[in-house]
């Protein structure tokens, strides 16, 4: 199985700053098949279905801020909000989809 | 736009067998690439993804709970089942059907099911 890590567990951040999280695969998740870094991001508020943010890897998913921004390729790759607004305070997850199981990295608690 | 809506009960008792569906609009399951599947979430706990089933019929299952796990296709009724047998206490969680390949990784909004007699 792929594990994704996630840095760090928790962070929190001033309005208006930028906030940085980090995920990183065990192994590559880059598929030959499609060229694409198969890693997504996701938005969880409390008692709320998780929300797509970033898909393979850098995609912005149509609806979402601007100031979300996915970077990274392979094994390594970061969440970034460049300005921190107040209805950003959620738990982040980062997903792979380049292999059976799909597996999730364990989340970051993002407070302000 | 694509959706996905999950139904089901969100009551079932110990050993009963649980059948989620999962209808979407805005693609067709019928490409071989694209695949939908199923993820669960327990109160607090970690995602832990269950099953998925390709355009072209083939189906992936979570190795620990692939006897009790059957995931099934109506590309007519654009709906995908997920049929779980012998539920227990610890089966209680929110059940998420979502694109797991070939298009954008979106989720349908979760069933929360309990497992009470």
């Known amino acids: 199985d792929i594990v994704m890590t996630q840095s760090p567990d928790s962070l929190a951040v001033s309005l208006g700053e930028r906030a940085t999280i980090n995920c990183k695969s065990s192994q590559t998740v880059f598929h030959t098949f499609n060229n694409k870094d198969n890693l997504a991001w996701y938005q969880q508020k409390a008692g709320q279905p998780p929300r797509l943010l970033i898909y393979?890897?850098?995609i912005r998913e149509s609806g979402v801020p601007d100031r979300f921004s996915g970077s990274g390729s392979g094994t390594d790759f970061t969440l970034t909000i460049s300005s921190l607004q107040a209805e950003d305070v959620a738990v982040y997850f980062c997903q792979q989809s380049y292999s059976i199981p799909l597996t999730f990295g364990q989340g970051t608690k993002l407070e302000i | 736009q694509i959706t996905l809506k999950q139904s089901g009960p969100t009551l079932v008792k110990p050993t009963q067998t649980l059948t989620v569906t999962c209808t979407f609009t805005g693609f067709s399951l019928t490409t071989p690439g694209v695949g939908v599947g199923w993820i669960r979430q327990p109160p607090g706990k970690a995602l832990e993804w269950l099953a998925l089933?390709?355009?072209?019929?083939?189906?992936r299952y979570r190795l620990s709970l692939e006897s009790r796990l059957t995931i099934t296709k109506d590309t007519s009724k654009n709906q995908v089942d997920l049929t779980m047998t012998d539920m227990g206490p610890v089966d209680t969680a929110t059940y998420y059907c979502a694109i797991t390949s070939g298009l954008p990784p979106i989720w349908g909004q979760g069933t929360l099911v309990t497992v009470s007699s």
């Open positions: 089933i390709y355009g072209d019929g083939n189906k």
């Open positions: 393979w890897a850098t």
